[in-house]
């Protein structure tokens, strides 16, 4: 597949790329030169709240439902 480099320096990535890649608008990718060859990466967005995954502790109570009740009955007042 073939694309035209515009004034602006601008190209357009051909939609079955674009669709097989998982290409949307907002998608950032990374571009670097390797021998000649012009290098695209995409770069995946990290996950804001994996480093906060599981560190939560809930007070007094086993389950998440539980604690639900509780702060809803509490809030209810």
Known sequence: MKSIVSEKGQITIPKRLRD????????????????GTLVGKKILPEDIFAKWRGKGQLPNVSSVDDYLKLVRDDNSR
Request: glycine share 18%; proline share 6%.
């Open 20 to 35: 097989s890649l998982g290409l949307v608008p907002g998608t950032v990718i990374d571009f670097d030169s390797s021998g």
